[in-house]
């Protein structure tokens, strides 16, 4: 679904991202993992068009993305922003169907892909008149997920979605997030720092530093074959985070 070939980017002085070179297979999970500052943002940005590579190139779906290509090629691309990014101004509703309205769908296509968002990530249908603001954090968190996923995109991006939620409602996000991309078979790329959390969604783990891919592969991988001492000493250092949040909370 992505090839990424020598993407670098620089900002100022800063290189967030280092010749890159990444490939990601159609209908898997793909976890960008590492230390602050690393560039996991800069790297999903960039497979949104919302950052422009320097140098290198991105190809989507076998497609090379270009400035004249990315107003379409977003259309195929749900993404999910830190804190949800919802219009405080406009109801749960509004939010999930404002680029169906834009676009033009009828009010009985928008009405029947409401009521199919609703049921797919338990969001209770009398809260779309509700404006953010009169919302908990992972009622809005599953407002930013359906407006993501409201023009069945083929993929799915997510910049640490549940960072900023309390562990008993994140817990139960991401169950439900793991059962919404079993069911849809959609290709994920998700940002998160949390190790257990990318070991609990991940087909494959990307883990960077200082712009650069050290090593890609499952969670067994980086734990059993590190690629430098550098990958042992991150594992160890959420080592008692480790197993997946099932089997962290179960008695």
């Known amino acids: 679904m992505f090839e990424l070939a020598g993407v670098t980017k ?13 490939e990601i297979e159609s209908g898997t999970t793909c976890v960008l993992i590492g230390p602050s500052g690393c560039g996991k943002s800069t790297l999903l940005r960039t497979l949104i068009g919302l950052v422009q590579p320097d140098q290198g190139r991105v190809n989507i779906d076998s497609e090379r993305a270009t400035a004249k290509r990315w107003p379409e090629l977003r259309q195929r691309i749900g993404y999910v922003v830190q804190d949800g990014g919802l219009f405080p101004h406009l109801t749960a509703r509004d939010n999930v169907t404002l680029m169906a309205r834009q676009l033009g769908w009828t009010e009985a296509r928008i009405a029947e892909r409401t009521s199919a968002q609703c049921a797919l990530t338990s969001f209770p249908t009398d809260a779309l008149t509700r404006y953010p603001g009169e919302l908990s954090g992972g009622q809005n968190q599953r407002v930013a997920l359906m407006r993501a996923l409201f023009l069945d995109p083929q993929v799915l991006l997510l910049d640490e ?29 998700m940002v998160t720092h949390d ?20 090593q890609s592969g499952s969670a067994e991988s980086l734990m059993q074959r590190p690629a430098e001492p550098f990958v042992t000493r991150f594992v160890q250092a959420q080592r008692a985070q480790w197993a997946a949040p099932d089997a962290q909370r179960s008695p």
Do not use: C, N, W
């Not at 190790?195 to 050290?214: H, M, N, P, S, T």
């Open 195 to 214: 190790l257990a959390e990318a070991a609990y969604f991940a087909d494959q783990i990307i883990l960077l530093r200082d712009g650069q891919v050290v």
């Open 10 to 22: 620089r900002y100022g002085d800063v290189l967030a991202l280092d010749a890159v070179d990444l």
């Open 161 to 189: 979605p549940l960072g900023a939620l309390d562990p008993m409602i994140r817990h139960g996000l991401q169950v439900d997030l793991k059962s919404i991309f079993d069911k849809l078979h959609k290709t994920v790329v």
